[in-house]
């Protein structure tokens, strides 16, 4: 076996650890959480029926007067 093949595998493989490093730093980051959690919020919903929506009537009695 050859020196050069394992350094270059040394060399790749330190590469490959540093890529996964930063995308895993990228993805898991505190800034990279809430802007997901702000694109789910404020998404627009996903269903669009052409069908009147379901209102809820709630009757609220009134209190009585003394």
């Known amino acids: 076996m050859k020196f ?3 350094v270059l595998l040394a060399i ?3 590469a490959a650890l540093v890529v996964v490093c930063w995308v895993a730093r990228r ?6 959480r809430w ?3 702000r694109r789910r919020s404020n998404a627009p919903i996903a269903r669009k029926q052409n069908r ?3 209102r809820l009537l709630v009757n609220l009695k009134k ?3 003394r």
């Open 52 to 54: 009147p929506s379901v």
């Open 27 to 32: 993805f898991f980051s505190d800034e990279a």
């Open 63 to 65: 209190r009585k007067k």
């Open 4 to 6: 050069e093949t394992p």
């Open 12 to 14: 790749i493989a330190g």
């Open 35 to 37: 802007e997901r959690r």
